[in-house]
C-alpha cells in the first residue's frame, strides 16, 4: 500500500493497452492516459495544469506510439513543466520568463 498523497505510475501493461476497446480515458499516472474513441481508436495524452488553464497534449496513437514511449514523452513534458520551458500549448522551449526578452532587449 502506498503512502496518503503518493500517485501510482505505470497502471497500465503493454498487453492491456492492446485489449483495451471501453471508450473513455484510461490512466497510466501522473497525467499519462490511453484514450479510446467509440470506434477504437487509441492515442496518448498527457494532461496538466498551468496557470489555472487544464490543457491536453496529445503523444501520439496506439500502437503506432509505444507504452514505453508515451511514458518516456510525458517524463520530458513533466520536466519541463517544473523547469518552466512548457507553455500552456503545450510547446516546450525557453522558459515562459524568458520569450519576450532577449539580452534585455524586446524582440518581435
Partial sequence: MGMAGTRT???????????LSKPGR????????????PA?????????AR???RTELGLGGYPETSLVEA?????EHRLALKVGKI????????????????DGRSHR
Avoid: Q
Fill in 9 to 19: 505510475l505505470h497502471r497500465l501493461m503493454e498487453l492491456k493497452c492492446k485489449r
Fill in 71 to 75: 511514458r518516456e514523452k510525458a517524463v
Fill in 87 to 102: 507553455s500552456t500549448r503545450g510547446t516546450i522551449g525557453r522558459p515562459a520568463s524568458r520569450r519576450a526578452h532577449y
Fill in 51 to 53: 496557470n489555472g488553464k
Fill in 26 to 37: 484510461h490512466a497510466d499516472g501522473a497525467g499519462l492516459y490511453l484514450d479510446v474513441s
Fill in 40 to 48: 477504437g481508436a487509441r492515442h496518448w495524452v498527457f494532461l496538466f
